[in-house]
């Protein structure tokens, strides 16, 4: 069988897990597959992409700070991807165009409402961040029709002009963090952390009353060791929490489905890729 050649595109880029992720779900349903790390410079996406498909290439996964670039590549968008105005999949098609989609909001939705079996339905909701994450998760998240999502972001402007798009969907409501204290102790149902601070070891400015013993905490940024605003969330008594780690092979086993046209199993691949990130 002829090997089928996938890339994940991001700078950086050595720290990705998709290459162990995509190899996993190939060997599970049987594909023969390579999967390569690429890091163009941060101007040079556009010509990345054209040299992968032009030679050969039938998807591929981008990451920051390339999803924008992406987006701009593909000829043609799946509404979430149009929405989000971000693309994180791209798939040649029988025509020879390149389709862009978005199925990070897919990954964090499964994740938490499958894998993890929290409600979002009637919930209320805090987001942290504005950034490229967001953007791919606001639609799916407010199409389980939440009683409320709270947007709060560093810089308010850019969660304004993201929320814009969005409030058609559903009960959107942007805040600095300045304004968190304002709502009661324990308001919040669920809190997702989507800023990068995690990143750092950095935990954004959050008043303690966010967190009640049933607050459900949620960081899409994922490690070998809990994230600083899980270890938080923990010390304040919030007794359910989880990392992004489901939500990128989520959304890895959805672009998969894309381009193979067989949806993987999720489980078995991330407690691989729990022990793998503990090695
Ligand atoms: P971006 O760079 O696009 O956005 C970063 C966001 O974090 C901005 O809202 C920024 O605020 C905020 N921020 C950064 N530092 C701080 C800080 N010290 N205090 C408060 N806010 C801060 O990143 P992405 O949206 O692409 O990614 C965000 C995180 O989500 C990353 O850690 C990434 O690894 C993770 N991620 C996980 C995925 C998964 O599958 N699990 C998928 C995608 C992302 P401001 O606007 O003010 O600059």
């Not at 162990?20 to 890091?39: G, L």
């Not at 701009?72 to 991807?81: E, G, M, Q």
């Not at 929405?83 to 964090?108: E, F, H, K, P, R």
Request: aromatic letters at 8%; proline letters at 6%.
């Amino acid at each position: 069988e002829m090997t089928k050649h996938y890339q994940v595109v991001g700078n950086p880029i050595a720290q990705s897990k998709s290459p162990f992720i995509h190899a996993e779900f190939a060997k599970q349903t049987q594909q023969v597959i390579s999967y390569q790390r690429a890091c163009p410079e941060v101007d040079g996406f556009a010509i990345e992409a054209q040299r992968f498909f032009g030679s050969g290439g039938l998807g591929m996964n981008v990451t920051a700070p390339f999803k924008l670039d992406a987006y701009n590549f593909a000829d043609s968008l799946t509404p979430r991807a149009t929405l989000a105005g971000a693309v994180n999949t791209l798939a040649l098609q029988d025509d020879g165009s390149i389709l862009g989609d978005n199925t990070d909001g897919y990954g964090l939705v499964t994740d938490i409402t499958q894998q993890l079996g929290w409600t979002l339905k009637g919930k209320n909701i805090l987001v942290l961040g504005a950034g490229g994450a967001v953007r791919g998760v606001l639609q799916l998240l407010l199409e389980q029709r939440p009683a409320q999502l709270v947007l709060a972001n560093r810089t308010l402007a850019k969660a304004e002009a993201l929320a814009s798009v969005f409030t058609h969907l559903g009960p959107l409501e942007v805040v600095e963090f300045a304004a968190l204290p304002a709502f009661p102790a324990g308001h919040f149902d669920l809190i997702i952390n989507a800023t990068s601070a995690s990143l750092a070891g950095d935990l954004p400015p959050l008043p303690e009353a966010l967190i009640a013993p049933e607050t459900h905490c949620y960081d899409m940024t994922y490690g070998a060791q809990p994230t600083v605003f899980l270890r938080w969330a923990e010390s304040l008594g919030a007794g359910v929490r989880a990392d992004g780690l489901g939500m990128l092979v989520g959304q890895a086993a959805e672009s998969f489905r894309l381009w193979h046209g067989v949806m993987p199993e999720v489980k078995p691949v991330m407690a691989a890729l729990r022990q793998h990130l503990k090695a």
